[in-house]
């Protein structure tokens, strides 16, 4: 029923809300437009991060962002909006593996823009290598492995180690 939610929350921005909770209630619409109009979830989620919001409502609506962009095809726009949110979560290293991840994930659509994720892809690397078991950055780490014709038995325990130690979501 996201439509009927995203109507409320549009109410709600007309009411108005305080100003320290507009960016909450933007990225609560965005979110519930994300399953029916992609492209308004994208202008609110743009707003969202513009304002004043928590860090972990921030990596929220960075995360939602990014893969509605990415599942537009507009994969440089996705990249854009990681990148420009690492300094905002760099405050919360529990956040940075899946963000580096989620950018090594977005790239990996689009050639052009793989290079991007580079830097990001080696620091996850040596995390695991130097025994880092954040399940994204294992499931980011495994992938590359496989593209990069790596050993299977490698890629295969980082995968599953990352399918093990991820929480279970609807």
């Not at 994300?34 to 860090?55: K, N, T």
């Not at 962002?65 to 996705?78: N, P, Q, T």
């Amino acid at each position: 029923a996201g439509d009927a939610v995203a109507t409320y929350l549009r109410r709600a921005l007309e009411e108005p809300p305080p100003p320290g909770r507009r960016a909450d209630v933007l990225l609560d619409l965005g979110s519930a437009e994300c399953q029916f109009d992609p492209p308004a979830a994208v202008a609110h989620l743009r707003e969202a991060l513009a304002g004043s919001i928590a860090v972990e409502r921030r990596f929220q609506a960075t995360m939602l962002l990014a893969g509605v962009l990415g599942h537009l095809g507009r994969v440089s726009e996705a990249a854009d909006v990681v990148e420009e949110q690492f300094g905002a979560l760099a405050a919360r290293p529990d956040l940075r593996g899946a963000t580096e991840a989620a950018l090594a994930n977005i790239t990996r659509i689009d050639p052009t823009t793989r290079r991007r994720a580079d830097a990001a892809i080696a620091r996850m690397r040596a995390r695991v290598d130097e025994g880092d078991r954040d399940p994204p950055v294992l499931g980011a780490v495994a992938a590359e492995l496989g593209m990069a014709g790596e050993p299977a038995d490698t890629m295969s325990d980082l995968a599953e180690g990352a399918v093990l130690g991820m929480a279970p979501t609807a």
